[in-house]
């Protein structure tokens, strides 16, 4: 697998929009970018995930270079709720199958 | 609401005991499961993949002796730490694919063991 990497904490205001970034510039061309984030003391949970065109749900859009060798996870409207450590990964899809390997992510503090 | 739970959510033994872990899919079958570890302002870490009806697979350096997994049903996974020491105290974390439904991954809400 790809080795992603991301900064180790960001701020945000709540009720701005939170950007994510994350590099993963060896990703190879049937790799998919995964979102989970994990909020203290819990599972992770999963956001989001694409292969090259961008993506938009309920929680989160990504968004993924042409080139493919970074995306940035956006939530619109953070509210403190969203306060978690937010993990970019990549694998090849096996509906979900295939094993996680997690790194260090992204801990996001929304600040009131 | 939760797909997949752990029991217990917390556990405290006694060093040279042992304890198992429960993992549940809830409402679907899961051939498949995955053991992450934890310790504290450290990221997951995988362990081993559990295969309903066959051995698990573990990660390197990990020992398959004194982590027994069992996945024994295909809503049914568990996880004995044996002979437990005080180093093995860390929140474990269990998951499972629902490849019907989508492509992510579902996990328990974890549980912490302490080892005294």
């Known amino acids: 697998d790809a080795k992603t990497t991301q900064p180790t904490s960001m701020d945000c205001a709540e009720g701005r929009a939170a950007n994510l970034p994350c590099n993963h510039s060896?990703?190879?061309?049937?790799?998919?970018v995964y979102w989970y984030r994990q909020i203290h003391s819990q599972g992770p949970q999963y956001i989001i995930h694409?292969?090259?065109n961008n993506e938009t749900n309920e929680m989160a859009s990504l968004i993924i270079t042409e080139d493919r060798k970074s995306s940035t996870l956006i939530l619109p409207h953070a509210t403190l709720r969203d306060t978690a450590v937010y993990y970019c990964?990549?694998?090849?899809?096996?509906?979900?199958?295939?094993?996680?390997?997690f790194g260090t992510g992204t801990r996001l503090t929304i600040i009131p | 609401g939760a797909v997949v739970s752990q029991h217990p959510s917390w556990v405290i033994c006694k060093s040279g005991t042992s304890v198992k872990i429960e993992c549940r899919s809830l409402?679907?079958?899961?051939?498949?499961m995955f053991w992450y570890r934890q310790f504290p302002k450290q990221s997951l870490m995988l362990m081993a993949t559990?295969?309903?009806?066959?051995?698990?697979?573990?990660e390197q350096g990990v020992e398959k002796d004194k982590f027994l997994i069992n996945h024994a049903s295909l809503t049914l996974s568990t996880l004995t730490v044996t002979s437990a020491h005080p180093e093995d105290s860390s929140f474990y974390i269990c998951?499972?694919?629902?490849?019907?439904?989508?492509?992510?991954?579902?996990f328990g809400p974890g549980t912490r063991l302490t080892v005294t």
């Open positions: 409402d679907f079958q899961a051939t498949t």
């Open positions: 060896t990703i190879s061309g049937n790799e998919y």
């Open positions: 694409g292969l090259k």
């Open positions: 559990s295969n309903e009806g066959s051995k698990a697979t573990y």
């Open positions: 998951s499972a694919p629902r490849p019907d439904i989508s492509d992510e991954q579902y």
């Open positions: 990964m990549v694998q090849i899809s096996n509906f979900g199958n295939e094993k996680l390997t």
